[in-house]
């Protein structure tokens, strides 16, 4: 890291959990131990909050993707200091695992975004929204989070194809109504699909379920593509289903390329939190919202919320070792970039954050398996998710500011083997100046090539690209029409690894941001630590005061939506 | 508003309500005594206030207000703003009342009382209207004053049509709305608004709220309007004479009482002790107007200048669809005469919604007139014997083609169009009973419309199908479907002279008359009347036929059998009294005075409404039985039956075998017996 300012020493050096890394889960997890009743010391080695859920402006954002991309600087290389001055440990020089690769950014008129360049919020793992029914809302309505944060809606979502339309997805009632595109016979289908749906969840959640009609667990146990089939629905609907309202990446019919073949009984859930998402919140137009000031917000909320109850933080202020028991080989605690020693009965990761192999080998059995999660694992599928950023002057859709694009397999070109999910942010969510919009893409992919070409072609189907790239020019097609398309201003295209969290007792290591739209997985994965860390002690349990939550609920959740 | 559960209130809420009723009383009667002595202090109006705002249905308190207001506008000087201080003083009392309760007619009519007045500012209250609807967008105060306020500010029906646009796709269930749009359209279709054609606009209606209908079936608010749409296209305001008789270009014979020698079978003989045949003129909708001077008749026969015509079957109604004049002839002067009538030459017919008949038609006939040779015979009419097969080449079926006048009709082309439309896109709907039963109605409307004889009628298989469907999957509403099923049936039957004559017959002992057999159909009601004019005599036995309703038209019928169906009393023959010409009937095996209590009875004159009922000589002689038998009495005394088959029916009995015999003294055969001493 650059030249770390000099800091007092921390006082005092002695805590129940250290936590690295501000992104949503470790903040989840600091404000949840907090809220317990927990010391807990909160570091990032950067100057902001939300390490990879970071929400930057154009010069960091690209300074943070650069300098956690591959080709890691030789870490300072310093000769491993002697192993400690205290002679009961032993420290463990820690390596910094990027993320990042193929980041590529493009300028297209720096001027204008020269003098703007302050104005944005722009997300590291976008597109990420939040569903209203999601367990993440549950979860800041829970900790009182809410306060610190508020959202609005995304306006509408679309199914693109290779034509370049957007249509609209006809996720409610009068939705299905005002469709154009559908077939009348198409919306009684598909209006019929919902309704046996929402009777099968009402069936579940009420025990007199002699009317309702349920979906027979044979059919729950089977693939819901086959299932949609057997609704005898058409593809075109079933595609909308999957793809724009459950929300999947890997292509369903095909068995061979998918990597996740969804059962009907997590389609209906899906289906579930879309349907129960979109009538949470009054003043929420649809299923999704997204929070003003980009999603850098989340974690900071929880991040607040945990100093409120205690913690205390530190930014700009990396570790550079593990200081492990000499004799048992247990985790003691860490050093800082300040050289000050601190210690925790537990510590918990951000992803990026790993023991060099070399560094191992002249440990004993025991001080392996204390560092064993932060091992790097050699992965057989490696799984990653490309991501883009454009600037965009003008919207994809006349009329509509916020708005979320699935392009489902196959739409765009043959070999697309996942679907391609683009969200657009405007100004009123405080990303980005007026008349422009921040377009976020990502898709699955196995290697950088195959996602850069993917996002690449869902750009040229949306927005107008300057001039044929110096790369793959071939990959972006040329658009006579391409004139009332919106005009590419700025652009990042990155490719992220995916890293599972590890649990591993003393130290943990915490998920990179995942292939999601939403943040369910993620805090998910966090309650879970928690359970595990803590025993099975419930989260936040001290805010569920219930005078508190109904007055909050009145006031819509907290989640603040305004017009 | 809409779905909320009814919860059993709780003892401490009782408690509140209770002492809440307490305070109402006193502050009722405080407030009577203001109203009895005209008060209209401040504290007195205040004290209304207090009461209104508990509870907004205390109509009366409404009403003093309005006489408090007038009292006090009438005190003050007329300066606009002291008047509309006082108005604005009872909209605010009417906004909180609203509060209170959203769907208190009394606050919605005063507001719209002080709005009147016009001292009022009209801005407020769309916006006002604005917070309402969005709290309940379907209620229905609203939308009438939203009507009411729309008028006084003068704002423009297409706005407020984009408005309906704006409710309905915020939620297609709002019948409300879809009422309010068909107010709207109507009347911009009325004026010819600019862009508002029928041909364009109707259309148009029809792909919107099929969004509707094909995203929730269930839904009823989509199927009104549909309704609604489909009423539009097929109906043609003005009105057009649907057929005659005779009919254009027949030929009939006439003679008097008895039976001709060898007349040919080829036409309609008309036998009249009176020396007079009707003349049928059937609109396809309820005109009035038609006079000698709007009909004139162009013939030899002599004495038929100024003709009455008399509406079927109401004489003192203004309007029918049916009218009858009588025509004269001499039965002892044998000749052969041409009439001409024309219709609507000059105006004055006009349907009952305004509009004129303005399509003339003109048409013309040979009435043959024969010497009567033998005497009439009194002989019994047999129902089984003595009939003679059809001859096909009878021109009495040209009554079954006058509607094809149809398609001269100018915009016949969309509604065409339309209806074809709609058939392909309700085709594709399925297991929706409201489904099948539009493209039921819709099929009925395409074969009204077939002008085409080798497509005509092709449709009916479909649509009996669909009734039939529609009984076994919809028992609540059997007989409805069971009704439109007859009626599809009998207008297959009717469709074409082919079908139509399958079902005719000539009764060789009377003149040939023409006989219609449609025994052993399960018809449950009548229809089609109007291609049925020339029969004279009709079977209708083993059906399920409650009333005669329809018959009426039928003024040529002189035999009717009705046995074995299900008749429930004298009132549902009712409108065989106007079949002058009706001289046999048959009724036996039915239900007449199997029900005690039949509510049916009671929608005719009954002996309380009738005091010329009972005035007569049998009704001198035996009150007790008129008055046990006064439906019977009412529909067999103004018939000239000679023949009556009773038997069967729980009514039937030697006491009223005897009075039938009193009342129709000219009845010659009782269930089967003749008439002894006669």
Not at chain 2, 98 to 116: E, I, M, P, T
Not at chain 2, 297 to 305: M, P, R
Not at chain 2, 623 to 635: E, I, R, S
Request: charged residues 20%.
């Amino acid at each position: 890291m650059i030249d770390i300012p000099p800091y007092p020493p921390l006082d005092p050096s002695n805590y129940d959990l250290i936590v690295v890394g501000t992104g949503v889960s470790e903040s989840v997890l600091a404000a949840a131990a907090s809220s317990s009743g927990s010391s807990v010391l909160h570091l990032d080695p950067n100057p902001f909050y939300g390490s990879h859920f970071a929400s930057l402006s154009l010069p960091d954002l690209t300074s943070f993707l650069h300098s956690n991309s591959v080709s890691p600087p030789p870490s300072p290389s310093s000769p491993p200091l002697p192993p400690s001055n205290n002679h009961d440990f032993i420290s463990v020089d820690l390596v910094n695992r990027s993320l990042y690769s193929s980041v590529e950014i493009s300028s297209f008129e720096s001027e204008i975004l020269e003098e703007h360049s302050r104005r944005f919020n722009v997300d590291l793992a976008g597109p990420r929204v939040v569903f209203c029914a999601d367990e993440s809302i549950n979860l800041m309505l829970k900790s009182g989070a809410n306060n610190y944060v508020e959202f609005k809606s995304i306006d509408a979502s679309f199914v693109g194809d290779s034509s370049g339309e957007l249509r609209n997805v006809p996720d409610s009632r009068a939705a299905i109504f005002k469709d154009k595109s559908l077939t009348l016979l198409e919306k009684n289908q598909l209006m019929k699909f919902f309704k046996l749906v929402q009777s099968h969840l009402a069936s579940s959640t009420e025990k007199d379920d002699s009317t309702t009609v349920k979906i027979s667990e044979e059919d729950m146990e089977s693939p819901f593509v086959d299932f949609l089939s057997k609704m005898r629905l058409p593809p075109k609907i079933k595609s909308i289903i999957l793809y724009a309202i459950a929300m999947l990446d890997y292509d369903q019919d095909n068995t061979e390329t998918c990597r996740h073949l969804l059962k009907t009984k997590e389609g209906i859930d899906r289906l579930a939190l879309y349907i129960t998402s979109m009538g949470r919140f009054s003043n929420a137009l649809g299923a999704l919202i997204y929070p003003i000031y980009g999603q850098g917000e989340l974690p900071q909320a929880f991040c607040r919320r945990a100093a409120v109850k205690g913690c205390i933080y530190v930014l700009r202020m990396p570790i550079t070792a593990l200081l492990l028991d000499k004799e048992t080989g247990g985790y003691k605690g860490v050093r800082l970039a300040s050289g000050q020693e601190i210690f925790s009965q537990k510590l918990i990761l951000d992803p990026c954050v790993t023991v060099g192999l070399e560094s191992l080998s002249s440990l004993t059995d025991q001080q392996n398996e204390t560092l064993s999660v932060l091992v790097p694992k050699s992965m057989i599928n490696k799984e990653k998710i490309a991501r883009g950023v454009c600037v965009i002057r003008g919207s994809v859709k006349a009329n509509v500011s916020n708005a979320l694009v699935v392009y489902p397999p196959k739409s765009l070109f043959p070999e697309q083997l996942t679907a391609i999910r683009v969200l657009q942010l405007g100004s009123g969510l405080a990303v980005c100046p007026a008349d422009m919009h921040v377009l976020y893409l990502s898709t699955l992919c196995d290697n950088d090539d195959q996602g850069i070409k993917a996002l690449l072609s869902a750009m040229s189907n949306l927005i107008s690209l300057p001039v044929p790239e110096n790369r793959q020019s071939d990959s972006v097609v040329e658009n006579d029409t391409s004139e009332t398309k919106p005009i590419l201003l700025w652009r990042a295209l990155y490719v992220q690894e995916l890293v599972k969290g590890e649990f591993g007792g003393t130290i943990s290591s915490m998920p990179s941001p995942d292939g999601n739209l939403n943040y369910n997985e993620i805090v998910e994965s966090a309650v879970k630590l928690y359970e595990k860390l803590m025993g099975s002690e419930e989260l936040f349990k001290e805010e569920t005061s219930p005078a508190e939550n109904t007055t909050e609920e009145e006031n819509d959740g907290g989640v603040e939506i305004e017009d | 508003m809409h779905g909320r559960p009814r919860n059993a209130s709780k003892p401490e809420e009782e408690a509140a309500s209770a002492a809440k009723a307490v305070q109402l009383r006193s502050l009722q009667s405080q407030f009577m005594t203001n109203h009895h002595d005209k008060i209209y202090t401040n504290e007195a109006i205040e004290l209304s206030t207090k009461l209104l705002e508990i509870n907004p249905e205390a109509y009366t308190a409404w009403n003093y207000r309005k006489l408090a207001v007038e009292d006090r506008l009438a005190r003050i000087e007329p300066d606009p703003n002291l008047v509309s201080a006082i108005l604005d003083e009872e909209l605010r009392v009417v906004e909180s009342a609203l509060r209170q309760n959203f769907k208190s007619y009394g606050a919605w009519h005063h507001r719209k009382w002080v709005l009147s007045k016009g001292h009022s500012s009209v801005g407020n209250e769309l916006r006002l209207l604005e917070k309402f609807q969005k709290l309940d967008s379907r209620n229905f105060h609203a939308w009438n004053y939203r009507r009411f306020v729309v008028e006084l500010t003068n704002r423009s029906e297409q706005d407020e049509l984009q408005y309906t646009d704006d409710m309905i796709n915020n939620n297609f269930s709002n019948y409300s709305a879809w009422h309010n749009r068909s107010v709207l359209l109507s009347s911009l279709l009325a004026q010819n608004a600019d862009g508002f054609m029928p041909n364009i606009k109707i259309p148009e209606e029809y792909d919107f709220v099929h969004s509707a209908i094909f995203t929730e079936p269930d839904d009823q608010s989509g199927w009104f309007y549909h309704l609604w749409l489909l009423d539009q296209t097929l109906n043609v305001e003005t009105p057009l004479l649907t057929s005659s008789w005779p009919s254009h270009g027949s030929s009939i014979i006439l003679s008097g009482a008895g039976c001709l020698s060898g007349s040919s079978s080829m036409f309609t003989t008309f036998c009249s002790e009176s020396g007079s045949f009707p003349l049928i003129l059937y609109f396809d909708q309820a005109v009035g107007g038609v006079s000698s001077s709007t009909v004139t008749i162009d013939s030899e026969l002599k004495g038929n200048e100024g003709l009455v015509w008399e509406p079927i079957p109401n004489k003192n109604s203004q309007v029918s669809c049916v009218w009858v004049a009588r025509l004269k002839y001499v039965s002892s002067d044998p000749c052969e005469y041409k009439v001409k009538i024309r219709v609507g030459n000059s105006p004055g017919i006009v349907s009952s919604r305004g509009y004129n008949f303005n399509a003339p038609y003109e048409f013309v006939f040979t009435a043959h007139v024969h010497d009567t040779v033998e005497d009439s015979q009194e002989g019994i009419v047999s129902w089984t014997d003595g009939f003679d097969i059809w001859d096909a080449k009878s021109k009495d079926l040209n009554s079954l083609v006058t509607l094809d006048r149809l398609n001269a009709e100018m915009d016949f082309k969309w509604r065409q169009e339309a209806i074809d439309s709609e058939v392909e896109c309700f085709g594709i709907l399925p297991d929706s009973k409201i489904g099948k039963l539009t493209l039921a109605r819709l099929l009925m409307a395409r074969e009204a419309m077939v002008s085409d004889d080798a497509v005509k009628g092709v449709h009916y298989e479909e649509i009996l199908q669909l009734y039939n469907d529609l009984m076994a999957l919809d028992s609540s509403h059997y007989q409805y479907y069971k009704d439109e099923h007859s009626k599809a049936f009998l207008h297959k039957v009717t469709s074409s002279s082919e079908s139509l004559s399958r079902h005719l017959l000539r009764y060789r002992d009377m003149n040939n008359l023409v006989c219609l057999r449609l025994n052993n159909l399960s018809l449950s009601r009548i229809a089609s009347v109007e291609k049925l004019l020339f029969v004279q005599m009709l079977d209708l036995s083993h059906n399920e036929l409650h009333s005669t309703e329809g018959l009426e038209a039928m003024q040529l019928l002189s035999c009717l059998n009705l046995s074995h169906n299900r008749i429930r009393s004298f009132s549902a023959l009712d409108s065989l009294r106007h079949v002058k010409q009706l001289k046999v009937l048959d009724v036996s095996h039915n239900h007449i005075g199997k029900h005690s209590v039949d509510t049916t009875r009671y929608l005719c004159s009954s002996p309380l409404s009738n005091s010329e009922l009972g005035q007569d000589d049998v009704g001198k002689q035996n009150p007790g039985l008129v008055t046990k038998y006064w439906d019977a009495y009412c529909v067999l005394t103004d018939l000239n039956l000679k023949q009556l088959d009773i038997a069967g029916n729980e009514i039937a009995g030697e006491e009223f075998s005897s009075f039938v015999l009193q009342v129709v003294p000219k009845l010659v055969w009782l269930d089967g017996q003749k008439k002894l001493g006669n």
